[in-house]
């Protein structure tokens, strides 16, 4: 009797875990809670509720034993939304097109100059320490927000998943570190602060920059936006060529 009520019970639980709507459900709802925690904790950086979802949910994977591929059967759905949010990155563009007018060519020379050398050094760095291919190439869209590092990731033959976590990492770190190294240049300037921070931390250095006041904020919106642009061109160029020099 109870060896039948176990084995019901497991198989049970085995129907349940594949189930792709479980999965999608629980994303929504354990982002939702790492928003909660983000709050809660004075929006401190290391909390990003980005971080906080992977974690909480890589860890419910691992302990039921539930492959990505089961995982992303559910995901895919929200995977889906990756486009619209991409296209959407075009509004903010848009609603800085007068001080883009006024400041086009420093900041065409800091887009060009720090988009380049992000993607540059990160696969240059990955090569030198023995790196694969697929790896070297996940790692180059890491100074973009996720939707656009993600597309340049697939297209280029990387691991979209992986480029994805790097995202989430080079954000929070960004973040963390850049209100000390601006500190220690010395840069008063708004544009230039909100600028750096966009271009190398994206949308979780984005979320600092508005800490720090509203025009910071501002022009770190507009430096994600252009970078993640700026990327998507670049890096089918230069990518495949220093992977090249490795392999």
Known sequence: MWENFLSQLVHTKDQLLAEPSLWLCLTLLVYALGMWIYKK???KTIFTPLLVAIVILATILLLTGTSYKTFMQ???????????ATVALAVPLYEQRLRLAKLWF?????????????????????????????????????SVTVPIAMGVSHTLGGIPEL??????????????????????????????????IGLTAH??????????????????????GLTGLYTAFAAPAIVPWIVGLFH
């Open 74 to 84: 559910g995901g895919q759905h929200i995977n889906f939304l990756l486009g619209p």
């Open 41 to 43: 904790s004075g929006y």
């Open 106 to 142: 420093p900041l065409a020379c800091g887009l060009v100059a720090g988009g380049t050398v992000a993607i540059a050094s990160a696969v240059i760095i990955a090569g030198v320490l023995g790196a694969s291919p697929e790896t070297m190439i996940s790692i180059a869209p890491k």
């Open 163 to 196: 480029t994805a976590a790097l995202v989430v990492i080079t954000g929070v770190v960004g973040a963390l570190m850049s209100p000390t190294v601006l500190m220690l240049l010395r840069e008063k300037n708004d544009a230039i602060r909100g600028f750096s």
């Open 203 to 224: 949308g979780v250095g984005t979320a600092t920059a508005f800490q720090m006041n509203r025009d910071t904020g501002a022009f770190s919106g507009l430096s994600m």
